[in-house]
């Protein structure tokens, strides 16, 4: 007959569960330390990408929903319609996230990567972390000119992950204004020069499709009316409540995207974009052409095409998108998510030293130009990239003419709300922890906590109308771009 083991004692048990415990919690300040940690952003510095405390609001003019930070009245970055806020606004946390520890401790293969979203530790209280995207690498210098970041003198575009966080809506068609008294005059997109709808081929510019039908060869246009608001062309921030200031200058990386579905003719399709003295433009046919060309401004002056393209023909009544802008001193063209032509360095760049000296007077001005089709475009939409502002009072380093040196150990970081973002551009103040050499400024490598990976808990929905109750935003669970 077999023993029969004793159970443990009521004393050994209880010391058995106390070690259980000890070592979970042992082990999750372990992986805490090493591993993984929540943070949870406080400001608006990061908007739109990472939201701080803020409202919610769905614009009663144009549908569009966007964020904000509840104070006096809203802004819709779409329509541009203001409206005062009630007394009680019910506002979200803000979003709550995981940052990797260990990558940066690697090095090497997982060393900090310009674009990269970091916490770190704030520079002036250690108690504190900061978030901000990483733009500056330690032994660069860093210059801000025409809200571009420039790298040792040569313009740093962005990774296709960060571009995608670093796009603000201009105009949505999708989204169109019913008129509401304080939103700006109808339409955006107007006939050029301005006839008749049934003179200019193009008509439903009020609508979310818009239709041309001309299958001769004469070419008719439509143009983005900025008009007289010229927040249109500006960095204009629903989250800021408008424009940086009433002079702010132009923004100068815009794109153009669109559903195009071609019916008929084997004419072509031509977007065009003017930024300042230069024309770019992007021809698409059905037979599967497509070319872009570039010029001086002036209809009088010919294009010379700098890329072309043989694609697949396109089938009439299957949709396809275009996407066609400028981005980072780059013209592209691209379809079906996929760059088929772009300018090279040796056809399109900067100035960087006359850029130093000019401000943008005018916005870009967007065309689209038709003949020989019967097409239709949905959901066509404007957007604007991200402009890193240099304000005359605050800003103290990285400014047009005064490029920042890194030593090998700091780096530059900039907020993606860049009109609302204390950064490495306007930093004062220096914290006890710094060793006596920091410069301000800059992030050492040292006060690196990590990189943002996930958003697992974005601001929460309110459920009662004093916000005190609420419930987890799933639909914006996102990996940081």
């Known amino acids: 007959m077999l023993p029969v083991e004793e159970p443990p004692s009521r004393a050994l048990q209880i010391v058995e569960t106390v070690q259980t415990i000890l070592t979970g919690i042992a082990l999750a300040f372990v992986f805490r330390a090493f591993f993984v940690e929540a943070f949870i952003i406080p400001t608006g510095s990061m908007a ?33 319609l203001r409206r005062p806020l009630a007394q009680s606004v019910a506002t979200k946390g803000g979003d709550r996230l995981l940052v990797h520890k260990w990558p940066y401790a690697i ?11 970091i916490v770190f530790r704030n520079p002036s209280d250690p108690s504190e972390n900061y978030i901000k995207r990483l733009v500056g690498l ?13 790298i040792n003198g040569h313009v740093a575009r962005k990774t296709p992950a960060a571009q995608g966080a670093l796009w603000f809506v201009v ?15 109808l339409p955006r997109w107007v006939a050029d020069p301005p006839v008749p709808e049934t003179w200019s081929g193009w008509s439903g510019l009020e609508t979310r499709t818009i239709h041309y039908r001309g299958l001769d060869e004469l070419e008719r246009s439509i143009r983005f009316a900025v008009g ?8 204009v921030y629903a989250y800021n409540r408008g424009p940086t200031r009433p002079d702010a200058p132009y923004v100068g990386d815009v794109r153009i ?15 065009e974009l ?45 949709p396809y998108v275009l996407e066609f802008g400028h981005l980072d001193y780059r013209v592209y063209l691209e379809v079906d998510g996929r760059e088929v032509l772009s300018t090279t360095d040796a056809e399109y760049g900067p100035d960087l030293a006359a850029l130093r000296t000019i401000a943008r007077a005018r916005p870009v001005e967007l065309r689209i130009d038709a003949f020989g089709l019967d097409l239709e475009l949905r959901g066509l939409r404007v957007d604007r990239d991200v402009y890193y502002t240099h304000r005359d009072r605050f800003t103290r380093r990285a400014y047009p003419g005064h490029p ?14 860049s009109p609302d973002s204390r950064d490495s551009r306007e930093w004062d103040e220096v914290g006890p922890h710094l060793p006596p050499d920091y410069r301000v400024g800059t992030v050492r490598v040292d006060q690196i906590v990590g990189p943002a990976a996930f958003v697992y808990l974005p601001g929460l929905l309110p459920i009662d109308s004093k916000a005190l109750l609420g419930l987890p935003d799933l639909g914006r669970v996102r990996f940081v771009r």
């Open 138 to 150: 330690p032994g660069e210098t860093v210059e801000i000119v025409d809200g571009d970041v420039f």
């Open 48 to 80: 739109q990408s990472l939201l701080g405390a803020h409202a919610t609001r769905t614009c009663p003019n144009c549908g569009w929903e966007f964020d904000f930070l509840p104070l006096g009245e809203s802004y819709c970055p779409n329509c541009h």
């Open 107 to 117: 090095g090497s293969l997982f060393e900090p990567r310009r674009w990269d979203v």
């Open 228 to 235: 007289h608001d010229p927040e249109y062309g500006q960095d």
């Open 404 to 417: 920042f040196a890194l030593k090998p150990d700091e780096c530059f970081v900039l907020g993606d709300n």
């Open 274 to 318: 003017t930024r300042d003295e230069l024309r770019f433009v992007a021809e698409a046919r059905p037979d599967g052409r497509v070319s872009l060309a570039m010029g001086r401004r002036g209809s009088a002056n010919a294009l010379t095409k700098v890329a072309q393209a043989q694609l697949p023909p396109r089938r009439y009544g299957r």
């Open 171 to 185: 105009f949505d068609q999708n989204h169109y204004p019913r008129g509401q008294a304080g939103s700006t005059e």
């Open 257 to 271: 995207v669109a559903e195009l579905t071609v019916h008929a003719g084997d004419g072509a399709c031509r977007w």
